[in-house]
T-cell receptor
Framework: AQKITQTQPGMFVQEKEAVTLDCTYD???????LFWYKQPSSGEMIFLIY??????QNATEGRYSLNFQKARKSANLVISASQLGDSAMYFC????????FGAGTRLTVKP | EAGVTQFPSHSVIEKGQTVTLRCDPI?????LYWYRRVMGKEIKFLLH????????ESGMPNNRFLAERTGGTYSTLKVQPAELEDSGVYFC??????????????FGPGTRLTVL
């Protein structure tokens, strides 16, 4: 069975600094996709970044990058130059046929 | 282009009552998913439609939950009778046909269900 683990229930970061949100996963399927979503206090789920299991390079989208370590089955999200608006819940997810989510990490950016 | 919409945004019902949640996916999206997040826990998959067919309903908690997607457009999720533990936020998501380079799921705003 798939399993997604986010070990950090809450994280704090100073504005303008970088932060890494951890995510590990477990699957026996060789083909899968990894996603990160942001959920601000308004409740909507916002797609941030995607990494395919066969992608050779780590995904990047603006200030977001995914540190993909396939052998360790980790897909950590790195947010550079944190902004106050980055304060939100962040969910890691994995998909083969269907999506499975981690428990989430609440990030608070301090001014 | 309209995103995924869900109705209602909030619902407060008493234990034993029936509630029906509705999801309208993005037009043209064959895949429709239901998820729920209960009491601050992780988001859990409920089921997946491909057009009008249930592709995977392994996440449905019990037979009090019934999902339908007649005509392959909007979907409803009915809880009957509702129990206290059903309280949470129910998310719907949709995506294009499988086989795309990746299959980003677009989420609706969720329906917050409170069972008293």
């Amino acid at each position: 069975a798939q399993k997604i683990t986010q070990t950090q229930p809450g994280m704090f970061v100073q504005e303008k600094e970088a932060v890494t949100l951890d995510c590990t996963y477990d699957t026996s399927d060789p083909s899968y996709g990894l996603f990160w979503y942001k959920q601000p206090s308004s409740g909507e789920m916002i797609f941030l970044i995607y990494q395919g299991s066969y992608d050779q390079q780590n995904a990047t989208e603006g200030r977001y990058s995914l540190n993909f370590q396939k052998a360790r089955k980790s897909a950590n999200l790195v947010i550079s130059a944190s902004q106050l608006g980055d304060s939100a819940m962040y969910f890691c997810a994995m998909r083969d046929d269907d999506m499975r989510f981690g428990a989430g990490t609440r990030l608070t950016v301090k001014p | 282009e309209a995103g995924v919409t869900q109705f209602p945004s909030h619902s407060v019902i008493e234990k034993g009552q029936t509630v029906t949640l509705r999801c309208d996916p993005i037009s043209g999206h064959d895949n429709l998913y239901w998820y729920r997040r209960v009491m601050g826990k992780e988001i859990k998959f409920l089921l997946h439609f491909v057009k009008e067919s249930k592709q995977d309903e392994s996440g449905m908690p019990n037979n009090r939950f019934l999902a339908e997607r007649t005509g392959g457009t909007y979907s409803t999720l009915k809880v009957q009778p509702a129990e206290l533990e059903d309280s949470g936020v129910y998310f719907c998501a949709s995506s294009q046909a499988l086989g795309q380079p990746y299959n980003e799921q677009f989420f609706g705003p969720g329906t917050r269900l409170t069972v008293l």
